[in-house]
């Protein structure tokens, strides 16, 4: 069957394997999770996998992986992997690994580096790679110095890998940035680890806050104050003569009030919290968050928008929503909210809108902003309501394995693995599948 995982929440799952074959000296498996976005079950199912879980006794197998860059790149960064101890050498520009015992599987690393500025050349680059005392060079990738078309591909600036060929580098800028990965296969002796898998990247989660306008608390309907008292937003005018004017720099956040009594100046509830803004203070402008972002990162988003009951009859707000560059003030809004609301009812009707946006290359800063375009009232001190704004990434279920075997085994012995699943992204996940295959020589022991 499957299950739910919330975000933050860990699930274990134990079973327990017999040894039928001991003559296999060491057994390994990797269990693989197969789910869903609960919100966005329409969309495809994602997959990871656990780490790979041994018992049984490995022949030790030093290794180590020797990478130098090609000149006209400049070093940013490596990461390690397995146990890996790395260094950088920049007197000869050479990034090296090293395992004192390389496990069975596919063991990936990486090196980022960055086009330099004056470079005007090709890139050809390879690794060395020694296991247990054999050498061998990984294939070469090839990248050169864009000329006239401005073209960003192969694992460049976080897009998809491509190595590129000889006759057919991978295009760059002075200035962008590649990460080269190095995948060190080291199959067992039955060569059964060719099938295992290497776990799949976390999304990058997004730094935003108070998207219910829960900070500060207030304890009267309406409170209006400078934008540096307001945890995460940012206000702009719409009109440029604003721009230097104290109200231009104001945030109003409200608390409800009953609908009627109030002619609708207030929404009825607030359907995530406790409290809600008002986009308009005291001029027409701007809400805006600006984040960090990863590009190529699918986000999705959310808000609720009301229109403020200011005039008697058919109230209708408009107002767009923008994720765009840090800085940027024009482009397609994602979104265009347009909400009504009759003065003096006793129903209030918020809008919720959702979307996903995918972060396009190079923009490692991304504003998300609402942008006030016309009230009922045409009072721009006054409209558009705001609450339960979100920005996040998808569920992301680690797994990590483990069992309890010390060593050698023999045939009838009982090893238990045990399998912690837990939900490390943002969005809670749905129809949570986990499975396993059981290493040869082994089988499932009952009772």
Known sequence: GSFSADCANEYTLTFKVKVTDDSKVYYENQAKVVYKDRNHEDESDYTNYSNISAFGVKPVQPASVTDKLPDG??????????????????????????????????????????????????????????????????????????????????????GIANPGTETNPVKVRNNDYITYDILVDNPSPSGESGGFKPKAPRPSKIDFINGSFEQPVISTSSWIQNQSQVNGWFTRPTNPAHLGNPQSEMIEIQKPVSAGGAAGQFAAYAPDGNQYAELNAYVEGTLYQTVDTVPGTKVYWEFYHGARG???????????????????????????????????????????????????????????????????SNNTAAGHYLDGIRLYTNSYIDLMKSNNSDGTVTNGEIVEYEIKAKNLGESDASGVVISDVLPAGTELATG
């Open 73 to 158: 790149l400049t070093y940013v960064g490596h990461t390690d992997q397995s146990g890996s101890v790395s260094a950088y050498n920049n007197v000869t520009n050479t990034v090296t690994w090293q395992w004192d015992d390389l496990p069975y599987g596919t063991t990936t690393v990486t090196v980022l580096v960055q086009v330099e500025p004056d470079s005007e050349t090709e890139f050809v680059n390879k690794a060395e790679v020694d296991i247990n005392g054999r050498a061998s060079e990984t294939n070469a990738t090839y990248h050169e110095i864009l000329d006239v078309t401005h073209v960003k591909t192969a694992h460049l600036n976080e």
């Open 310 to 376: 200011y005039i008697a009859g058919n109230n209708t707000d408009k107002m767009n929503f923008y994720l765009r560059p840090e800085g940027a003030t024009t482009g397609e809004p994602e979104a265009v909210a347009i909400d009504s609301y009759v003065a003096g009812s006793a129903t209030y009707n918020w809008g919720h809108y959702t979307g996903s946006y995918v972060v396009p290359p190079g923009q490692t800063r991304t504003e998300f902003s609402f942008e006030s375009v016309s009230t009922t």
